[in-house]
């Protein structure tokens, strides 16, 4: 039977969340298809390809010192060797800051259409129909591919993480790699020290909405310090330097989970709510009533934060 | 140094999205604006330009409305450009335009280094600049938050990853490089810069001009607005009287303060 691949993704030993909600993608929509799920995994040895086997039936375990550590060049060569000696017909990748960075090369290299950043898969009259969002997640839209084989990038957190159950069948693929182009030199931590926000009960967080560095430090700090609050950002805060980058929540900066997140002036994109989607009560403040945060807010008010937020301080 | 910057003109995204048939939006409530990751490109080579000589180009492809952003990057100080006009490509999928792109890059000819926004805002799919490089068989890099070059030939970069951290990289040029957001600060167009911008050189051109024969590998089946099943409470009222009432909520009914 072919195959439905997904592309196991690790970092220090460790697989990734991601991999493990692809297995329950994969395990949910290949008896529609017609396809197995199965998966690959690319590393030193096969100690991690035994771990995803708990997840998926099938495991191809690629070996080889070109992919101890990521680079596109190689992770693209493994995918479409194990494509071609698998009867792979759809391969399943994160979309994350790896799955970025080769989905459309792996896709290019086995000739397939690629639908990325979805957060949804159904069957439809036997193909595959997918959900991702638009413009910011105030849209959605529906897609499919039109090529024989395909290759799909699916949102991190989109689905849960698949249960772990009896160990699948773990075998290895030989692929014989040409050199990367890319050298990796080093992975470092860049906030490295700053403060630690992922502990805090309650986070007053700014986003664009503030405006600017001085309307965010006389409206967030305040705010934050009359709740025994940390204060943190979304990514154009500190992209634009309003405050230090160990404030940053979302996908690329902290996760947290607090009680109570107030998200003042955030607009919510998917990048942003990965890091506090955890928190116990949301609380948005957006004169957009279209900004997705609604979407996952627990009190939303619909009105000019700077108008707001005085009436918060007033009754506190 | 020749660099190329692929641009996007985008909706502003705090514009009012209405859908019509299905299949668009309304076009009359939105205004446009370069896709903001993609004008850090253009800010990052024109700072490798400052540094190392050359000129900056500017393509995309998009409807005749997208010239006006294309002439913003060149009151940022870009050189010329190239706009590809054709709605067989623009109304392509990611294939057909990063083919369309690539095609564009090799007429131009003896490029150094390409840019692009690591996304666009508007389709959210962080795959063309990536087929580009592998179309014109180059190395790349995504979510690009620093740039050091000596030569302007071989380049250490910094690509973002989760959490905080950063692989530091090397490559050497010719190479794609999707930039992420917060990599430096936009340049705003001086008003000599907008006086010059409307004089550059803009060549208009076709699929049939450049020789793309690309056809989309997918199909997009229709849009609609997404429906929370977590919704949130929306309190009523001024915003004095519903802040009071969101501080009572919190104290007793969610007790999280």
Redesign the interface.
């Given at each position: 039977m072919a195959k439905l691949l997904i592309i196991a993704e690790h970092?220090n030993g460790k697989l990734s969340d991601a991999t493990m909600e692809l297995c329950r993608i994969a395990k949910e929509i290949a008896p529609g298809l017609g396809l197995e799920p199965v998966a690959a995994v690319f590393a030193k040895d096969d100690s991690l390809a035994k771990e995803v086997a708990k997840y998926i039936p099938e495991v191809f375990a690629v070996c080889d010192a070109a992919v101890e550590g990521?680079t596109?060049?190689a992770y693209?060569q493994a995918v479409k060797a194990v494509v071609e000696a698998k009867d792979v017909k759809g391969v399943l990748i994160p979309?994350?800051?790896?799955g970025?960075?080769?989905?459309?090369?792996a896709?290019?290299?086995i000739g397939?259409?690629?639908?990325?950043?979805c957060n949804k898969a159904v069957i439809e009259g036997g193909k595959l129909?997918l959900t991702?969002?638009?413009?910011?997640?105030?849209?959605?839209?529906?897609?499919?591919?039109?090529?024989d084989k395909f290759v799909v990038t699916f949102e991190k957190g989109a689905y849960d993480p698949a249960e772990a159950g009896a160990a699948g069948a773990v075998s290895t693929v030989a692929v014989s790699f040409t050199p990367s182009?890319?050298?990796?030199?080093?992975?470092?931590?860049?906030?490295a020290g700053g403060v630690d926000i992922s502990q805090a009960k309650?986070i007053v967080a700014g986003g664009r909405g503030l405006k600017d560095a001085d309307k965010y430090k006389d409206v967030v700090l305040p705010l934050a310090a009359k709740?025994g609050a940390e204060y943190a950002g979304s990514?154009?805060v500190?992209?634009?330097g309003w405050t230090d980058?160990?404030r940053?929540v979302g996908?690329?900066?902290?996760?947290v989970t607090p009680?109570?997140y107030l998200a003042l002036g955030i607009?919510g994109a998917?990048q942003h709510v990965a890091g506090m989607k955890g928190s116990?009560?949301?609380?948005?403040v957006n004169k957009?009533p279209?900004a997705?945060i609604?979407?996952?807010?627990?009190?939303?008010?619909?009105?000019?934060l700077f108008?707001?937020?005085?009436?918060?301080m007033?009754?506190? | 140094m020749k660099i190329v910057v692929c641009l996007k003109q985008v909706?502003d995204?705090?514009s009012?999205?209405k859908?019509v048939d299905d299949k668009k939006?309304d076009e009359s409530q939105i205004a446009f604006k370069i896709n903001d990751f993609d004008n850090y490109a253009v800010e990052a080579a024109l700072q490798l330009k400052e540094k190392h000589g050359g000129e900056v180009v500017i393509v995309s492809a998009g409807p005749d409305r997208a010239a006006k952003d294309i002439r913003q990057a060149f009151a940022m100080g870009a050189d010329w450009g190239m706009h590809i006009t054709d709605p067989a490509i623009y109304e392509g999928?990611?294939?057909v335009i990063a083919s369309a792109l690539a095609k564009a890059i090799e007429t131009i000819g003896g490029v150094d280094l390409v840019m692009t926004g690591?996304q666009t805002?508007?389709?959210?799919?962080?795959?063309?600049g990536?087929?580009v490089?592998?179309?014109l068989n180059?190395?790349?890099?995504?979510?690009v938050v620093k740039i050091n070059t000596a030569d302007g030939k071989a380049f250490?970069l910094n690509?973002?990853?989760?959490?905080?951290?950063?692989?530091?990289?090397?490559?050497?040029g010719p190479a794609v490089l999707t930039i992420q957001?917060?990599i430096n600060e936009p340049r705003y167009p001086t008003l000599p810069g907008i006086m010059k911008a409307k004089k550059k050189q803009l060549d208009a051109k076709s699929g049939a001009d450049l020789g793309v024969s690309a056809s989309?590998?997918?199909?997009?089946?229709?849009?609609?607005?997404?429906v929370?099943d977590?919704?949130?409470?929306?309190?009523a009222g001024a915003?004095?009287?519903?802040?009071?009432k969101?501080?009572?909520?919190?104290k007793n009914e969610?007790k999280?303060?």
């Open positions: 970092r990521y596109s060049d693209a979309q994350t800051y790896d970025v960075d080769y989905a459309a090369k896709a290019l290299a397939a259409g690629i639908v990325s950043n129909v991702r969002n638009i413009y910011n997640g105030k849209l959605q839209e529906t897609k499919s591919v039109t090529t182009r890319t050298k990796v030199k080093e992975i470092i931590a860049m906030s309650i709740l990514r154009p500190i992209d634009s980058a160990s940053q996908q690329s900066g902290k996760t009680d109570l607009s998917v116990k009560c949301i609380v948005a957009d279209e997705p609604f979407n996952i807010a627990t009190y939303g008010i619909v009105a000019d108008e707001v937020v005085p009436g918060i007033a009754n506190l | 909706p995204m705090e009012k999205f859908i939006v999928d990611s294939f690591v805002e508007d389709l959210q799919a962080a795959v063309t990536v087929m490089a592998d179309m180059v190395p790349h890099c995504t979510n250490t690509r973002e990853l989760e959490g905080g951290l950063n692989e530091v990289m090397d490559l050497t957001s917060g989309s590998r997918t199909a997009f089946i229709k849009m609609f607005v997404p929370s977590t919704m949130a409470e929306i309190i915003p004095a009287e519903a802040a009071a969101l501080v009572d909520k919190l969610a999280v303060i």
